[in-house]
């Protein structure tokens, strides 16, 4: 991502209220597809599933991610 992306994003991430609900939210889909991992049995699914929850917890970083790309 380029500079002018991050600085887009501080907004988002400097508002502890928005940053919070958006953390909340990851938190739930997360826990939303643990619940549908344990049962999957496609493997295709399973590495997609995974890959979703990854993204998701990157969400709990994003403002470190953003403050260090903005400078």
């Known amino acids: 991502m380029d500079k002018?992306?991050?600085?887009s994003l501080l907004p988002l991430v400097n508002d502890?209220?928005?940053?919070e609900i958006l953390n909340e939210?990851?938190?739930?889909?997360i826990s939303i597809l643990l619940e549908q991992l344990s049962?999957?049995?496609?493997?295709d699914?399973?590495?997609s599933i995974q890959?979703?929850?990854?993204?998701?917890r990157r969400i709990k970083t994003l403002?470190?991610?953003v403050v260090a790309g903005s400078k």
């Open 63 to 65: 403002r470190d991610e």
């Open 51 to 56: 890959g979703a929850i990854g993204e998701l």
């Open 25 to 29: 939210y990851a938190s739930a889909r």
């Open 39 to 43: 049962t999957e049995k496609d493997m």
């Open 16 to 19: 502890k209220d928005h940053y």
């Open 45 to 47: 699914r399973v590495k």
């Open 4 to 7: 002018l992306l991050f600085r």
